[in-house]
C-alpha cells in the first residue's frame, strides 16, 4: 500500500481509505472482518459523517463502529478517524453556524468513543456561511484538543478562499466525487482553450485539482466506481471502457477495480481513494490498485474510453 503525507499535518496515510456510510445494518463480526480486511491491506485511515446512518437519525455508522470495535487506547492511535458535517437531513439544508459544527463534533466523538478526531470536514457548501462562524468553531474545537485538522468536501476554490478569510487553520482536505466517467474535474484542464468544446466546472476559470495542488489540499475521491448510471465496471453501458479495464487488469494480474483505483492513484496530485463497499474482499481487490504504475498513454485512454474528449 503506497502512503502518503497529508499536508500540513502529521499524519501518513494510505492512498485507499474506507469509507464506512454503509455498516449500520451490519454485525459486529461483519464490521470487525470488513476493517481487519482494510487493515491488512495496509487502510488505517477511515472515514465518517454525522450523517451517515438510517433514516433522519444521525452518528449510526460512528456508533456501530465504536460498538463492534471496541478499540483500546493503543489501537485507537494506531487509525485515522475522519468525519464531516455540515448537512442537517431533516430538510435538507446545510447548517456551518458555530453551535451546529461544535455540537456535531462532540456527538461524533461521543459516538466513535474517542477523544479526539484527527479530520474534520466541512460535508457540502452551506450558501448561508458566515466564516467568522466557522472560525470560532475551528478554534474552539482545536484549542480543546477535540479536532486536529479541518477540511471540507464539495468545495470549489472560490468557497474554499472564503472560509480562508476567517479561518486560521490549515484547510487539509477537500473530498470530491471521482471516478472514470464523473472526472470533469480532471478532463477539464485538457480543454483549456478549445473552441466550443470547453468543458469548465470551476466559474472562476481555476482549476479545483490545480488549487488544492498548489495550496497543499489533499484531495480524496468518493464514489470511484460509479457513473451517473449506477457502477460502471462490468457494466454494458460502457462497452469500450471495460474492454480496456479487463485488458490492463490482465496485464497487472490484478481486477479491473484495481485498474480503476490506480487510474485515481497514478495522478500526481496524491489523490487518496475512499472506498464505500461493505465487502471485504472487494477493499481487498480494490487495495491492490494502490501501487500500479499505470503509464500516461495508458491513463490518457481510460480517460478516452470512459467518455472524455482529448483533443
Not at 456501530?64 to 492511535?77: G, T
Not at 479536532?147 to 468557497?159: A, D, I, L
Not at 485538457?190 to 466546472?201: D, Q
Amino acid at each position: 500500500m503506497r502512503t502518503q503525507s497529508i499536508a500540513h499535518t502529521d499524519i501518513t496515510a494510505p492512498n485507499v481509505t474506507l469509507g464506512l456510510m454503509r455498516i449500520p445494518e451490519k454485525t459486529d463480526e461483519e464490521i470487525r472482518e470488513l476493517v481487519s480486511t482494510a487493515r491488512r491491506a495496509g487502510i488505517d485511515f477511515f472515514d465518517h459523517a454525522d450523517i451517515y446512518g438510517p433514516g433522519l437519525t444521525t452518528h449510526g455508522c460512528e456508533r456501530r463502529f465504536a460498538e463492534a470495535m471496541q478499540l483500546s487506547s493503543a489501537e485507537r492511535e494506531e487509525i485515522t478517524l475522519q468525519t464531516k458535517t455540515g448537512i442537517v437531513k431533516d430538510g435538507p439544508y446545510y447548517d456551518f453556524s458555530y453551535e451546529h459544527i461544535v455540537s456535531s463534533a462532540e456527538e461524533s466523538l461521543r459516538s466513535l468513543q474517542t477523544d479526539y478526531l484527527d479530520i474534520m470536514l466541512l460535508h457540502r457548501p452551506d450558501i448561508l456561511v458566515e466564516p467568522e462562524e466557522v472560525a470560532r468553531a475551528f478554534d474552539h474545537l482545536a484549542s480543546t484538543g477535540k479536532v486536529r485538522h479541518f477540511g471540507v468536501s464539495n468545495h470549489t476554490p472560490g468557497q474554499i478562499e472564503l472560509l480562508r478569510t476567517a479561518v486560521s487553520q490549515p484547510l487539509v482536505v477537500n473530498q470530491v466525487q471521482l471516478s472514470l466517467p464523473h472526472a470533469a474535474i480532471l478532463a477539464e484542464g485538457i480543454m483549456a482553450n478549445t473552441l466550443g468544446l470547453s468543458s469548465v466546472v470551476s466559474p472562476n476559470g481555476e482549476g479545483i485539482v490545480e488549487y488544492c495542488r498548489i495550496n497543499g489540499i489533499t484531495l480524496q475521491a468518493w464514489s470511484p466506481y460509479q457513473s451517473p448510471h449506477g457502477v460502471f465496471i462490468g457494466s454494458p453501458q460502457y462497452p469500450e471502457l471495460n474492454a480496456v479495464l479487463d485488458r490492463l487488469a490482465q496485464k497487472y494480474a490484478v481486477t479491473p477495480t484495481a485498474i480503476a483505483t490506480a487510474w485515481i492513484t497514478r495522478h500526481p496530485a496524491g489523490m487518496q481513494v475512499v472506498l464505500g463497499t461493505t465487502r471485504p474482499d472487494r477493499v481487498a481487490e480494490a487495495a491492490t490498485g494502490s501501487e500500479i504504475p499505470l503509464t500516461r498513454p495508458e491513463w490518457y485512454e481510460l480517460l478516452r474510453v470512459a467518455g472524455h474528449r482529448v483533443p
